[in-house]
């Protein structure tokens, strides 16, 4: 948990309590989408031509399910307010101890669900858009 994910240069289980689940990392990972192909279909011609030389990948979206963990209700109600002001910064980048080469550059959109199962757990699901996949690497 501590040192499993960054947000921002900020060890997020140490200063909000939050820990990634397991279908987080999986969410990462997964291969950003190619632009659209440049294609022309012509009626003098059998089927189609695409061209795949310089295939471009594109932005994507996902969604990244957290918990955020306190032992207080009094500390879960400061982490949470801390983490919400965290995210109207609006910019993310978000590193995990997995992939220590590799920096994902997140834009917040949205905080789509929301639920506390118990008083100090509360489960989030961002949704984020990564603008540029290929701009990861640590600089």
Known sequence: MKGELYINGIDAYDTWGISMTDTSLSAL???????????????????????????????????????????????????YLSFCEELKKGSLEIKTSYQKDLVYRMIYK??????????????????????????????
């Open 29 to 79: 990972m997964t291969p950003a989408p190619n632009k659209e192909y440049i294609e022309n279909s012509s009626r003098l011609e059998h089927g189609k031509k695409v061209i795949t030389d310089n295939a471009k990948v594109d932005e994507r979206s996902l969604s990244l399910e957290i918990h955020l963990t306190a032992p207080t209700k009094e500390l879960f109600f400061e982490r």
């Open 110 to 139: 949205s905080c789509s669900q929301f639920s506390q199962f118990m008083q100090g757990i509360g489960k989030f699901t961002l949704k984020l858009e990564e603008p540029n996949p290929e701009n990861r690497n640590l600089q």
